[in-house]
């Protein structure tokens, strides 16, 4: 009699015991914080942040090996080349905007006009600048074969006196600028 109440006393310990834990794991999940198992590692402080960077229009996450290789592809397509925030790795400090590395390729100028195609190497993106403000400028992508892939336009100002950027890797681009009344003049495809 008294091993069956100890074994009765040891059940019911193990059974609260297993409770708990029941109760702790909902409750983790419930919070959001996730559950590590012995198969699984807890997500690296990263991967939260990476998470948010993801989520904020204004920014995206690339693996620094894939950025080597490929760019930041269609998705810095649209952007700010200036403002949208390429993350790199997985801290709040590993990231660089695009035009953080470019590089003049051409321009075009007359007495009426002057656009700029600029390119960053890192990104692989192309976008059209000017020092004229109230124009419509433009950067236009193409395929190798000539097809016109994505026009990008923006209407300058004061402050903004560039256009949007586009994609470049393994494409061509050049920078536009329409004179109202007058033409569109670009520079050459590069």
């Known amino acids: 009699m008294w091993r069956q ?4 006393v040891e059940r019911r310990a193990f059974g609260e015991v297993r409770w708990i834990v029941v109760c702790a794991v909902v409750l983790a999940c419930i919070a959001g914080l996730g559950v590590a198992t012995p198969a699984q590692s807890a997500p690296a402080s990263g991967e939260n942040f990476i998470g948010r960077a993801l989520a904020d229009p204004d920014s995206t996450y690339i693996p620094a090996a894939e950025l080597a ?3 930041c592809g269609n998705t810095c397509d649209y952007k700010d080349p200036f403002r949208y925030k390429i993350y790199h790795g997985g801290c709040s400090t590993c990231y660089h905007y695009c035009a953080d590395d470019r590089n003049f390729i051409d321009s075009y ?3 009426i006009a002057y656009v700029e195609l600029w390119y ?3 990104c692989r993106t192309a976008w059209a600048a000017t ?6 400028i433009k ?3 193409y395929y190798t074969d000539g097809r016109l892939r994505a026009v990008a336009s923006s209407i300058t100002n004061e402050n903004f006196r560039y256009s949007p950027m586009l994609n470049d890797a393994g494409l061509l681009a ?5 004179v109202p009344f007058s033409a569109l003049y670009c520079t050459k495809k590069y």
Do not use: L
Request: include cysteine.
């Open 109 to 111: 100028e007359n007495p």
């Open 131 to 136: 020092t004229f403000v109230g124009f419509e």
């Open 139 to 141: 950067v236009k992508s």
């Open 120 to 122: 960053s190497p890192r």
């Open 69 to 71: 290789v490929t760019g």
């Open 5 to 8: 109440s100890r074994r009765s």
């Open 174 to 178: 050049h920078g536009c600028i329409y």
